[in-house]
């Protein structure tokens, strides 16, 4: 469990600390995800009122008091237990981008429901407080990437939630390429279907296969085509105008896949060493000289998942 500077603590505090997740991952819809090492860390104490110290990545929107998700998991939790929510002092440093596609939202939630089992005396265990985030979410995908760490693979029908997770290679690199605007996940899903073809279907799922068999052996050669999708990224392009125009990436000089990131509109681009870093983000730039300018992200792969420490 990581330790927290006997400087910040305050008796019988909280402090959890939360990966960023790219979930989907090209054809695994609402099942597979990845943790990456981009973080919210939150620690938290009783206090007279609430009050919130915001630093890192959009500190004015996590700093906000009127309107915050993570103050509005741990009320809505406790209420739903008939819990009147104790006033907390904040210490937000958040590392995830928002509205990117990049799990923010999830990690929000389940640092809500860890405060709200702590605070509220609730004593859930590890599985009731990912279960509960994911029953927030509606999706289980990023909520257990960013609890379990590592590459995930999860169901859920809305009552039950099984995740399996597992270390990818520890060579391989994330590349996050972000627009400058975020969109909202109900936007991004807006623009899909109400129903798909058999073949699209059973595309996708030869390649969820795939993708995750070439995850756990590090057979980064499969990954190109094993990401494939055909049940959102054709759809969510119109809206992510990033993704195409980054997928002829795949498959050459070190860029193993691409993919949208979550729900987008970031883009994933997954590389296959340090080494190849700098020259992919020179080839990204390459083919996006005419676009909105962007930010480019390179991240480890994280496989500790969701850690908390009470104090």
Not at 70 to 81: F, P, Q, S
Not at 157 to 174: C, I, K, M, Q, Y
């Amino acid at each position: 469990m990581e330790q927290v500077p006997n400087k910040q603590r305050a008796a019988g505090g909280l402090y959890v600390n939360l990966p960023a997740t790219s979930a989907n991952l090209g054809p695994g819809f609402d099942t597979l995800a990845l943790a990456l090492d981009l973080h919210l860390e939150v620690q938290a104490s009783e206090a007279a009122e609430f009050s919130i110290q915001a630093t890192g990545r959009s500190p004015e929107i996590c700093g906000s008091l009127g309107r915050n998700l993570l103050l509005d998991v741990y009320r809505k939790t406790l209420a739903g237990k008939g819990l009147e929510a104790k006033p907390l002092a904040l210490e937000v440093n958040n590392g995830i981008p928002l509205g990117m596609g990049c799990g923010s939202s999830a990690a929000a939630r389940l640092a809500g429901v860890a405060m709200a089992s702590h605070f509220g005396g609730l004593n859930l265990s590890g599985e009731d407080i990912l279960a509960e985030a994911t029953r927030l979410e509606g999706h289980p995908d990023n909520a257990a990437a960013c609890w379990l760490g590592g590459f995930v693979a999860a169901s859920w029908d809305g009552e039950t939630l099984h995740a399996v997770s597992f270390a990818p290679p520890a060579d391989w690199r994330a590349l996050i390429v972000l627009p400058e605007k975020p969109l909202a996940t109900v936007a991004s899903r807006a623009v899909l279907p109400e129903s798909y073809s058999r073949a699209d279907i059973v595309a996708n799922l030869q390649r969820v296969a795939v993708l995750t068999g070439a995850f756990a052996s590090g057979r980064g050669s499969l990954i190109a085509d094993a990401m494939k999708d055909r049940l959102h990224q054709p759809y969510r392009s119109e809206v992510c105008p990033l993704l195409p125009r980054l997928l002829s990436l795949a498959g050459s000089d070190g860029i193993l896949g691409v993919s949208l990131s979550g729900a987008g509109p970031a883009v994933l681009v997954l590389v296959e060493s340090e080494e190849r870093v700098e020259f992919s983000k020179i080839r990204i730039m390459s083919e996006l000289v005419e676009s909105e300018p962007v930010e480019i992200l390179a991240c480890r792969l994280e496989l500790k998942g969701g850690r908390n420490q009470d104090y």
